[in-house]
């Protein structure tokens, strides 16, 4: 038993966890272990994927350290068997190993370090339930309770704790400073295994979240380093490979994004699972396969991890405005978060400008401008930049709307994301189409579409292709709209809802919609700012 004891030790201190799970476990079954060496067993089990093994070493632990009168050391087991099993969604069962932790802590009389942790965990509840302010106080609270008791795990999970409370404030700037000491903390104090893979996680999906790419990059690039020097390492590597492949999305590696998130999927345990079925959904939206999309997005969803924005960009895609401006005008309509706030007015400029509600369009556009300054992010001020430009074209105001979109595509080329600088090349085109100058409009879209092929964005390539054959003058559907239809499509783009079309042309509202949708299908469209765009790119308005 010594040497499977000091091997499994050994192997603990150089981080293999499943050869120290392995080596730990062959120790407790010649001769049971005690305490600390059944919580270096938990750990290690956990760290190699084995949860049931864990929760059960450390429950014995937990039963050790009573035994001998130890009611510090049992009220630290029971927190963190309370924390492992919230980690990995068992929330009745941790929820009551924290409470047996809270009794320990106050029937003894223990406070500090003990009863600061157990207000961590109270904490993270008060920002999921929506008490960001409750959950600040008591956090900061604990923080400092860390730095006095010299606690790194401790410090680490309350700054955690502090920085989730600012974000959800919307306080993006503060977080990512509190983020950057957590990052240090964890690289030079002695913080246990666990805290650290979930201190990285934590921190990168933040940086995902407040639109700082250059520490979003450098962190996964640190999670994955740490991840790969973890032997037998299981639980986090999932969440580094849906990092990643956010991160390779963005910066155009589709493939490879893909092949990461597929097997995030396979690794990732449930319900964290829910945001790479998202991430997969993103995948196959992009690439123009909408069925498969739309399944990924449906297990997002049964998963807990909403399925918007990115089921609205599909719906738009598959031609169903309607079902898209419905969800957006819910949501727009709806209080939330101030992170997941952007992304839903992002998708709502592009939303409404298709449906023809450009009052509505402008004032979601001011909002994300605003929530853009407020971030310092040049990556949310880029988005901000596309939309406003959009706006602007919208409007009429194509002067005006080239220059802004001139500085988000520059944006877009000093952050390496060629998806968004092609799509805002796209919209560049329009503006010099409608400002008469039909070459430079051309070489926009030339270049455009090669970008948009090396990607493999097929839906855009397809997009373009339309546009680049609606020169003044021509007509990519080979003059196959009836007059009714060009009646049709003059007067959507003057604005005018379905309603006031059919009240004009003495028609229903289901037949205007039915002359639309030809009018889509014809010219390979699916939303009225394109079935716009056509209109004035072929003089009709």
């Avoid at 400073?177 to 201190?199: K, N």
């Avoid at 790479?276 to 498969?292: I, N, T, V």
């Avoid at 939303?351 to 971030?375: I, N």
């Avoid at 008469?436 to 390539?461: C, I, K, N, T, W």
């Amino acid at each position: 038993m010594g040497d499977a004891l000091a091997r499994g030790r050994e192997l603990f201190a150089q981080r293999s966890w499943q050869d120290s799970w392995a080596a730990l476990s062959a120790a407790d079954a010649e001769s049971p272990l005690g305490g600390d060496d059944l919580r270096l067993l938990s750990i290690s089990a956990y760290l190699a994927g084995h949860d049931g093994s864990s929760a059960e070493a450390l429950t014995r632990a937990y039963r050790a350290f009573l035994d001998v009168g130890d009611v510090r050391r049992a009220a630290r087991s029971s927190f963190w068997l309370a924390f492992m099993l919230l980690n990995t969604g068992e929330h009745a069962q941790g929820s009551g190993w924290a409470a047996r932790s809270r009794r320990l802590v106050e029937d003894h009389g223990l406070g500090g370090a003990d009863a600061a942790l157990l207000d961590v965990l109270a904490a993270h509840r008060l920002v999921e339930s929506g008490q960001p302010e409750a959950a600040l106080t008591l956090a900061e609270r604990s923080v400092e309770v860390g730095e006095t008791s010299g606690d790194p795990d401790l410090r680490t999970l309350a700054t955690l704790t502090v920085a989730m409370a600012l974000v959800r404030l919307g306080r993006g700037r503060e977080a990512l400073s509190r983020m950057d000491d957590v990052i240090v903390t964890v690289s030079v104090d002695d913080v246990t295994p666990i805290v650290v893979g979930l201190a990285y996680c934590a921190a990168t999906a933040s940086c995902l979240s407040l639109y700082d790419l250059h520490r979003a990059r450098e962190w996964t690039a640190t999670l994955s380093t740490w991840c790969d020097d973890q032997r037998g390492l299981v639980p986090y590597r999932g969440h580094c490979l849906v990092h990643r492949a956010q991160i390779m999305t963005l910066q155009g590696a589709w493939a490879d994004a893909l092949e990461e998130t597929v097997l995030a999927c396979e690794r990732l345990p449930r319900p964290a699972v829910g945001e790479a079925y998202y991430q997969l959904g993103e995948l196959h939206r992009l690439m123009g396969e909408f069925d498969k999309a739309e399944d990924a997005f449906r297990v997002a969803n049964s998963w807990g991890r909403r399925p918007e924005p990115g089921l609205v960009r599909l719906r738009v895609a598959q031609g169903r405005l309607g079902a898209a401006t419905t969800t957006i005008r819910r949501l727009y309509d709806e209080e939330l978060d101030g992170l997941f706030r952007a992304e839903i007015l992002v998708v709502a400029v592009e939303v409404l400008l298709d449906d023809g509600d450009v009052a509505t369009a402008r004032e979601a556009c001011e909002e994300l401008t605003a929530l853009a300054t407020d971030l310092d992010s040049a990556m949310l001020s880029a988005v901000a930049g596309q939309c406003r430009g959009a706006v602007l074209l919208a409007t009429g105001e194509s002067g005006l709307a080239l220059e802004v979109l001139r500085r988000s595509w520059r944006a877009w080329q000093d952050l390496d994301l060629p998806y968004d600088a092609a799509r805002t090349r796209v919209l560049i085109a329009r503006c010099l189409r409608r400002l008469g100058d039909e070459d430079a409009a051309q070489m926009e879209l030339d270049s455009a579409r090669q970008a948009f092929e090396r990607l493999g964005a097929s839906p855009d390539v397809r997009a373009v292709d339309v546009l680049a054959g609606s020169a003044e003058g021509t007509d990519p559907s080979g003059g196959a709209l009836t007059p009714r239809e060009v009646e049709v499509i003059r007067l959507v783009a003057s604005g005018r809802t379905n309603r006031a079309v059919a009240d004009e042309l003495f028609l229903s509202e289901k037949t205007v919609a039915r002359h639309l949708s030809n009018v889509y299908a014809k010219l390979g469209i699916s939303s009225r700012a394109a079935a716009t765009a056509y209109a004035y790119d072929h003089g009709l308005v």
